[in-house]
């Protein structure tokens, strides 16, 4: 199941009157559509793509998060925590 979007401080009252109320809400189907057309789109091409293809992408999937673990930009990563100790 999709997790909710949230829309801000009005998200939770459907029944506001405010300027934030339904017109905010409808520009938030638009996106969540489009994203999950987005998503389709994405697994069909990863879908049709050859093993050898899928392989290459892990690869550079597996590089992408060596590199940000050794960064220190996950949160909750040591590095990260160490960063974070010496700059307070």
């Excluded at 892990?58 to 100790?85: F, T, V």
Aim: proline share 5%; hydrophobic share 30%.
């Amino acid at each position: 199941m999709p997790r909710p979007l949230c829309l801000g401080q009005n998200a939770g009252s459907m029944n506001d009157n405010s300027s934030h109320g339904p017109k905010d809400y409808s520009e938030a189907v638009a996106l969540r559509k489009r994203q999950l057309e987005g998503k389709e789109r994405m697994r069909k091409r990863l879908a049709a793509l050859g093993f050898s293809e899928k392989i290459k992408i892990l690869e550079k999937l597996r590089d992408r998060e060596k590199a940000i673990a050794a960064s220190g930009l996950r949160r909750g990563s040591p590095a990260g925590q160490k960063k974070a100790a010496k700059r307070n």
